[in-house]
């Protein structure tokens, strides 16, 4: 399973550096549903689009995204994905994101999420 980790981790971080709604949306099940602690809020979706959407849009306006660090590993029968970017948030400038990620993997797509951001942390 940590292959499987790694491999839905991959693609995950991949399109959400690339702000890529429709990538998000394909590394989850039709079904698929997200609980994302964010700041300012809790957010919960249904899903695949829907998801591709949200998470994406989180991104959107981020230039220069770098990849800092990752990581997929597993707990007993969910994966847990960790990643830790830095770029430029509009309006906010240099920041740096930590998400800490729980899911529920059905072959290599992702049917259930547990999400919790650090929010953009600027860095200067």
Same mark, same amino acid.
């Given at each position: 399973? *940590?292959?499987? &980790?790694?491999? #839905?981790?991959? =693609?995950? %971080?991949? $399109? +959400?550096?690339?702000?890529?709604?429709? *990538?998000?949306? &394909?590394?989850? #099940?039709?079904? =698929?549903? %997200?609980? $994302? +602690?964010?700041?300012?809020?809790?957010?919960?979706?249904?899903?695949?689009?829907?998801?591709?959407?949200?998470?994406?849009?989180?991104?959107?306006?981020?230039?220069?995204?770098?990849?800092?660090?990752?990581?997929?590993?597993?707990?007993?029968?969910?994966?847990?994905?960790?990643?830790?970017?830095?770029?430029?948030?509009?309006?906010?400038?240099?920041?740096?994101?930590?998400?800490?990620?729980?899911?529920?993997?059905?072959?290599?797509?992702?049917?259930?999420?547990?999400?919790?951001?650090?929010?953009?942390?600027?860095?200067?």
């Amino acid at each position: 399973m *940590a292959t499987d &980790a790694a491999t #839905t981790a991959g =693609a995950l %971080i991949a $399109a +959400l550096i690339a702000a890529d709604r429709t *990538a998000i949306a &394909a590394c989850f #099940t039709n079904d =698929a549903r %997200i609980r $994302a +602690l964010t700041p300012p809020a809790l957010r919960e979706r249904e899903g695949a689009d829907e998801i591709g959407e949200l998470m994406s849009s989180w991104f959107s306006d981020c230039e220069g995204l770098e990849l800092l660090n990752q990581s997929a590993d597993t707990v007993v029968d969910r994966i847990h994905i960790s990643y830790r970017m830095a770029g430029v948030k509009q309006g906010r400038g240099h920041c740096i994101i930590e998400q800490h990620l729980y899911a529920d993997v059905v072959g290599s797509h992702i049917s259930d999420l547990s999400l919790v951001c650090s929010g953009f942390r600027p860095t200067g």
